[in-house]
T-cell receptor
Framework: NAGVTQTPKFRVLKTGQSMTLLCAQD?????MYWYRQDPGMGLRLIHY???????AKGEVPDGYNVSRLKKQNFLLGLESAAPSQTSVYFC????????????FGPGTRLTVL | GQSLEQPSEVTAVEGAIVQINCTYQ??????LSWYQQHDGGAPTFLSY????GLEETGRFSSFLSRSDSYGYLLLQELQMKDSASYFC???????????FGAGTRLTVKP
């Protein structure tokens, strides 16, 4: 099993450009999450999903959109990138509730110029 | 609102025991989790305390006291590979989302 994978691993955008980050999991987990992590800080939840076709806002949802059309995939979109969105983005999944063990992907390092 | 506080840095020697504390302010939560993250890596789950008391998993133990709004992670027989950042996290009942502390950077010295 590959676990949780993220595409791409690195990306550089110019301000105003758009992009989509892809997360895939092969563990048949119901819950999926998108976090961002800035230097010296903990993880901050952007959006999450408790099942196919559902999404919910986390702590810092502004400027991001998500979709969960298939159970195994969770997409994070940036419609108009801003330098403040420069960060490392982690996707995670879990079989149960948010408080239970989450399995993280390797991360995507995004730089917005 | 809620916040989780943990020390920013801790240093210990190989073979020693270290305790990383986490205090929190939240209107209600489901339990306290701990994650480990090595530099450049992804967070990995260490433990979860849904109830008060001590949970033990090998060299790592975690404790929760809801009445004191306090928890800790205890690492025994420290090894060099334990050098990493450690994060406490809670699922907040009010917001129904996950909140992480800023992390404690543990350095294990020979």
């Amino acid at each position: 099993n590959a676990g949780v994978t993220q595409t791409p691993k690195f990306r550089v955008l110019k301000t105003g450009q758009s992009m989509t980050l892809l997360c895939a999991q092969d563990m048949n987990h119901e819950y999926m999450y998108w976090y961002r992590q800035d230097p010296g800080m903990g993880l901050r939840l952007i959006h999450y999903s408790v099942g196919e076709g559902t999404t919910a806002k986390g702590e810092v949802p502004d400027g991001y959109n998500v979709s969960r059309l298939k159970k195994q995939n969770f997409l994070l979109g940036l419609e108009s990138a801003a330098p403040s969105q420069t960060s490392v983005y982690f996707c995670a999944s879990s079989p149960g509730g948010l408080e239970r063990q989450q399995f993280f992907g390797p991360g995507t390092r995004l730089t917005v110029l | 609102g809620q916040s989780l506080e943990q020390p920013s840095e801790v240093t210990a020697v190989e073979g020693a025991i270290v305790q990383i504390n986490c205090t929190y302010q939240t209107s209600g939560f489901y339990g306290l989790s701990w994650y480990q993250q090595h530099d450049g890596g992804a967070p990995t789950f260490l433990s979860y305390n849904g109830l008060d008391g001590l949970e033990e998993t090998g060299r790592f133990s975690s404790f929760l006291s809801r009445s004191d709004s306090y928890g800790y992670l205890l690492l025994q027989e420290l090894q060099m590979k334990d050098s990493a950042s450690y994060f406490c996290a809670v699922r907040d009942r009010g917001n129904n989302d996950m909140r992480f502390g800023a992390g404690t950077r543990l350095t294990v010295k020979p």
